[in-house]
């Protein structure tokens, strides 16, 4: 019998709308999915393959505060549809992509803005910019069994009270059902991996005593201090 010779690492998860945890695995997400934010970011929005990074699975945080992080002065939120999965493999084709999903929650993928931007000049590896402690902010997870499959409504944030991002899920480049197959070429996906599905336009800074209230029709809406 394996003993760890530490304390055990809790397994983080997500509270499901109705009850119930969501045990997570891995996080991917998606950069520059949806066209207005990829111009936003000087980019090219014509087609081109997608590209993916990863936070921690216990960055992943549904307290509805989230800390303003040390070693920034901007910080960004990015306002995402997490899609999280109750199955997986390699080499999943579109067309079978979507059984694998076992559920949908708002998120946000709060981003140290200039450190990343640093990174991207070097060429070096994002983590530091989006992989931090609470950098994922969640809400209630619901089963696609009562949402249906989500490929389009609106998705929207507001911080204190004004619109500040705002698109439709159809505006998606990589749809949920690509990303998947895409992601189980390279990685073998598997029961309690979710995605982050890339954001709208409107992405920007937030100060400590802000609220981000971040909605998708279909969902529970996530609200979130910065502290
Ligand atoms: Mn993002």
């Known amino acids: ?3 760890h010779v530490i304390p055990t690492p809790a397994i983080p998860t997500i509270p499901v709308a109705g009850g119930g945890e969501f045990p997570v695995r891995r996080v991917y997400c998606i950069g520059r999915n949806y066209a207005a934010h990829t111009i936003e970011m000087g980019g090219d929005p014509n087609r081109e393959a997608p590209f993916f990074f ?5 960055n992943i945080d549904a307290t509805g505060e989230f800390p303003y992080p040390p070693h920034s002065s901007d ?9 999280a999965l109750k199955s997986g493999g390699n080499n999943i084709p579109i067309s079978e992509a979507m059984s694998h999903v076992w559920g949908y929650a708002v ?9 990343q931007g640093e990174q991207k000049k070097l060429g ?3 983590e530091i910019g989006k992989a931090f402690e609470r950098s994922g902010p969640v809400g209630l997870l619901h089963p696609v069994s009562e949402t249906g499959f989500l490929d389009k409504g609106r998705i929207e944030l507001k911080v204190n009270g004004k619109v500040t991002q705002e698109g ?4 998606m480049i990589w749809k949920v059902a690509e990303m998947i197959s895409y992601l189980s070429e390279y990685f073998e996906l598997a029961a309690g991996d979710v995605i982050m599905s890339g954001t709208p336009s409107g992405v920007g800074a937030v100060v400590r005593g802000d609220v981000m209230e971040a909605s998708v029709v279909g969902l529970s809406s996530l609200t979130v201090r910065v502290t």
Request: proline share 6%.
């Open 1 to 3: 019998m394996t003993k």
């Open 124 to 126: 070096r590896p994002w």
């Open 107 to 115: 998120s946000l993928d709060m981003t140290r803005r200039d450190l």
């Open 54 to 58: 990863q936070k921690n699975p216990n």
């Open 75 to 83: 910080v960004h939120h990015e306002l995402e549809l997490l899609v």
């Open 168 to 171: 439709d899920l159809d505006q």
